[in-house]
Protein backbone atom coordinates (compact mmCIF):
# COMPACT_ATOMS: atom_id res chain seq x y z
CA UNK A 1 0.00 0.00 0.00
CA UNK A 2 1.62 3.77 -0.79
CA UNK A 3 -0.54 6.51 1.26
CA UNK A 4 -0.43 9.87 -0.87
CA UNK A 5 -0.91 13.18 1.24
CA UNK A 6 -1.56 16.35 -0.95
CA UNK A 7 -0.78 20.18 0.29
CA UNK A 8 0.03 23.67 -1.04
CA UNK A 9 -3.18 24.26 -2.46
CA UNK A 10 -5.10 27.93 -1.89
CA UNK A 11 -6.27 30.90 -3.11
CA UNK A 12 -4.00 32.75 -5.69
CA UNK A 13 -4.51 35.59 -7.59
CA UNK A 14 -4.55 35.40 -11.58
CA UNK A 15 -0.89 35.07 -12.76
CA UNK A 16 0.64 33.71 -10.12
CA UNK A 17 2.09 30.94 -8.89
CA UNK A 18 2.02 28.07 -6.43
CA UNK A 19 3.84 24.84 -5.62
CA UNK A 20 1.40 21.44 -4.79
CA UNK A 21 3.34 19.01 -2.78
CA UNK A 22 2.09 15.52 -2.70
CA UNK A 23 4.16 13.21 0.36
CA UNK A 24 4.38 9.59 -0.37
CA UNK A 25 4.54 6.76 2.50
CA UNK A 26 4.36 2.90 3.17
CA UNK A 27 5.44 1.01 -0.19
CA UNK A 28 7.34 3.44 -1.97
CA UNK A 29 9.65 1.58 -3.95
CA UNK A 30 6.48 0.41 -5.81
CA UNK A 31 5.29 2.94 -7.58
CA UNK A 32 6.42 3.01 -11.25
CA UNK A 33 4.85 6.39 -11.77
CA UNK A 34 3.42 9.56 -9.83
CA UNK A 35 1.16 11.99 -11.53
CA UNK A 36 -1.04 14.82 -10.50
CA UNK A 37 -4.62 14.74 -11.82
CA UNK A 38 -7.32 17.83 -11.18
CA UNK A 39 -11.11 18.03 -11.55
CA UNK A 40 -13.27 21.27 -11.19
CA UNK A 41 -16.63 21.16 -9.95
CA UNK A 42 -19.43 19.25 -12.73
CA UNK A 43 -16.08 17.86 -14.80
CA UNK A 44 -14.34 14.81 -14.82
CA UNK A 45 -10.85 14.05 -13.02
CA UNK A 46 -8.09 15.37 -16.13
CA UNK A 47 -4.71 14.13 -16.42
CA UNK A 48 -2.56 17.91 -15.30
CA UNK A 49 1.34 15.55 -15.62
CA UNK A 50 3.08 12.88 -14.35
CA UNK A 51 6.23 11.06 -13.72
CA UNK A 52 8.14 7.69 -13.91
CA UNK A 53 10.38 6.29 -11.48
CA UNK A 54 13.03 7.06 -13.86
CA UNK A 55 12.47 10.75 -14.61
CA UNK A 56 10.19 11.09 -17.37
CA UNK A 57 7.37 13.50 -17.70
CA UNK A 58 4.59 13.97 -19.45
CA UNK A 59 2.21 16.74 -19.42
CA UNK A 60 -1.04 17.55 -20.57
CA UNK A 61 -0.67 19.43 -23.63
CA UNK A 62 -2.82 22.55 -23.13
CA UNK A 63 -0.62 23.21 -19.71
CA UNK A 64 3.09 22.66 -21.14
CA UNK A 65 4.89 25.94 -20.13
CA UNK A 66 2.96 26.96 -17.16
CA UNK A 67 3.40 23.59 -15.44
CA UNK A 68 6.31 21.23 -13.98
CA UNK A 69 6.38 18.17 -12.46
CA UNK A 70 9.18 16.91 -10.17
CA UNK A 71 10.17 14.43 -7.34
CA UNK A 72 12.43 14.38 -4.72
CA UNK A 73 13.12 10.92 -3.27
CA UNK A 74 9.16 10.18 -1.76
CA UNK A 75 7.81 12.88 -2.53
CA UNK A 76 5.99 14.75 -5.93
CA UNK A 77 5.87 18.25 -6.85
CA UNK A 78 3.49 20.45 -8.91
CA UNK A 79 5.02 24.09 -9.97
CA UNK A 80 2.07 26.16 -11.40
CA UNK A 81 2.98 29.40 -12.88
CA UNK A 82 0.78 31.78 -14.63
CA UNK A 83 -2.47 30.34 -12.85
CA UNK A 84 -5.67 31.26 -14.52
CA UNK A 85 -8.90 31.01 -13.29
CA UNK A 86 -9.84 27.88 -15.17
CA UNK A 87 -7.07 26.39 -13.71
CA UNK A 88 -9.87 26.05 -10.28
CA UNK A 89 -10.06 22.62 -8.79
CA UNK A 90 -9.12 19.65 -6.72
CA UNK A 91 -5.63 18.92 -7.74
CA UNK A 92 -5.28 15.11 -6.70
CA UNK A 93 -2.00 13.34 -6.63
CA UNK A 94 -1.64 9.68 -7.91
CA UNK A 95 0.66 6.43 -8.07
CA UNK A 96 0.54 3.65 -10.13
CA UNK A 97 2.86 0.11 -9.78
CA UNK A 98 2.33 -0.51 -13.39
CA UNK A 99 3.39 0.53 -16.59
CA UNK A 100 6.36 1.06 -18.86
CA UNK A 101 8.11 4.10 -20.60
CA UNK A 102 5.94 6.74 -20.78
CA UNK A 103 3.89 7.52 -17.45
CA UNK A 104 0.11 6.69 -18.19
CA UNK A 105 -2.42 9.80 -18.79
CA UNK A 106 -6.00 7.93 -17.96
CA UNK A 107 -6.37 8.10 -14.12
CA UNK A 108 -7.90 4.46 -14.06
CA UNK A 109 -4.58 3.48 -14.30
CA UNK A 110 -3.45 4.47 -11.28
CA UNK A 111 -3.75 3.02 -7.96
CA UNK A 112 -3.44 5.07 -5.34
CA UNK A 113 -4.24 8.42 -4.89
CA UNK A 114 -4.67 11.20 -2.32
CA UNK A 115 -7.31 13.19 -0.63
CA UNK A 116 -7.05 16.30 -2.67
CA UNK A 117 -5.97 20.02 -2.36
CA UNK A 118 -8.37 22.88 -3.30
CA UNK A 119 -6.92 25.45 -5.62
CA UNK A 120 -8.37 28.26 -6.21
CA UNK A 121 -7.41 31.31 -9.26
CA UNK A 122 -9.12 34.17 -9.08
CA UNK A 123 -9.43 37.06 -11.37
Known amino acids: QVQLVESGGGLVQAGGSLRLSCAAS????????MGWFRQAPGKERGFVAAISRSGTPRYADSLKGRFTISTHYDSLYLEMNSLKPEDTAVYYC???????????????????WGQGTQVTVSS
Open 26 to 33: GRTFGPYA
Open 94 to 112: AATESGGGAPPMSPSNYHY
